[in-house]
């Protein structure tokens, strides 16, 4: 039991979108900039207490540093000022990690960010017995799976992870590590990764999330060596109640809500909300269908997760995003940020986090939208921001 947490602690360890990225030098030199400006003005209207009429210091530099000019006299003297931090994104790719008040992690999608999710978790456990990590995946897109075959807790013999997801989840893992089937075909061997079942000694167990109530998957579809939930009930671990649903995006795609304690928490990633493309394709009921499930899970919800790629603009195909150009990002899979601010005040959410960020979309764009979404939520129970890594979450 963890007295610390009172309900859930959730931590973004990874929120971009598509591929992991890392800054260019010009945006580390932009937010050096930044910080550089607020610390030499603290500075200034600091020292402008101590000159004297003549336009002097009123007392020498060691006196007013209260120290010799050297590192830990400096570092010690910068402290006195409260020097705010850029906002910083990160560009690890989606891996939420949620530790729940009677001992329970839950971890959902393994990007790039589950391998340092992956790091603390093993800290975290230390030499305790009971080691068992619960990953819930959204869909079988790379951007989501990348950092499977990274993970420390996949390399510990005393590690159960418990994998839950849709049946192209499971099957991508399994694909090209084996690790429900303890088979690797010897065309796929080495292709992606040099790592295998063969080498992760930990114990997986796979569970596939689908309606059981619709025809069999047939042939190519197969069982693997996992087990079958039904969509349509929930999932309980401990005191913590989670409902997947299905979500609009090109590959099969899973959402869930999160229940602990009387908070919700709702991670939804890869969700394409703007239907009217279709027109009279078979796919509109199906869209308008996972936007009806998404409003009604999301209604009154502590915390929304939402996938917002773009601008209206830039999904239409009137506006590049970075340097690229123009070009209708229509049946992509993604939400337009307008979309999304407009669902979260209709359904009343607390805070939305708006992650999945478009890795051609610089520092400096993020933050200006950032800052306007700040603005816009002034005055506002509902608050909306864009996603960082690093941020924890205690609800």
């Known amino acids: 039991m963890n007295d610390s947490i009172k309900n859930m602690r959730i931590y973004f360890y990874g929120i971009q979108g598509s591929g992991s990225t890392f800054p260019a030098s010009h945006e580390t030199a932009a937010r050096q900039e930044i910080l550089d400006y607020d610390l030499l003005k603290s500075v200034f ?209 899973l959402a869930y809500k999160i229940e602990h304690g009387g908070k919700k928490f709702v991670f939804c990633t890869d969700h394409e909300s703007n239907c009217g493309h279709y027109s009279d394709n078979p796919k509109q009921k199906e869209c308008e269908k996972a936007n009806a499930q998404l409003i009604e899970h999301s209604q009154h919800a502590d915390v929304l997760y939402r996938d917002g790629q773009y601008l209206q603009s830039e999904y239409d195909g009137l506006s590049g995003i970075g340097s690229s150009n123009p070009i209708p990002r229509i049946g992509w899979g993604h939400s337009c940020i307008e979309d999304i601010t407009d669902m979260a005040l209709n359904c009343h959410v607390k805070h939305t986090y708006i992650g999945h960020h478009d890795p051609n979309r610089e520092w400096s764009e993020r933050n200006w939208m950032d800052e306007a979404l700040t603005r816009s939520s002034k005055g506002r129970q509902e608050k909306i921001e864009l996603a960082r890594a690093g941020t924890i979450i205690n609800l």
């Open 45 to 253: 209207e600091d020292l402008s207490h101590h000159i004297t009429k003549d336009n002097k210091l009123d007392r020498t530099l060691t006196e007013y540093l209260g120290g010799p000019i050297d590192r830990k006299t400096l570092l010690n003297y910068r402290k006195k000022f409260n020097i705010k931090q850029p906002r910083i994104y990160g560009g690890w790719t989606t891996c939420i990690h949620i530790e729940t008040s009677d001992g329970y992690d839950i971890v959902l999608d393994c990007g790039s960010g589950f391998r340092n999710c992956a790091k603390d978790l093993q800290l975290k456990w230390n030499n305790q017995k009971k080691r068992c990590l619960y990953i819930f995946g959204s869909h079988s897109h790379f951007d989501h799976t990348e950092g499977f075959d990274q993970a420390a807790v996949c390399f510990d013999p005393r590690n159960s992870i418990q994998i839950y997801g849709n049946y192209q989840f499971l099957y991508s893992l399994d694909s090209y590590l084996g690790i429900f089937s303890k088979f690797v075909r010897d065309e796929i061997i080495g292709v992606q990764t040099p790592i295998n079942f063969s080498t992760m000694p930990a114990k997986f167990q796979g569970t596939e999330i689908r309606d059981i109530t619709e025809p069999d998957l047939g042939d190519k579809k197969k069982n693997m060596g996992w087990r079958l939930h039904d969509i349509n009930k929930c999932i309980e671990l401990g005191a913590t109640r989670i409902t997947a649903f299905n979500v609009n995006h090109p590959a099969p795609c």
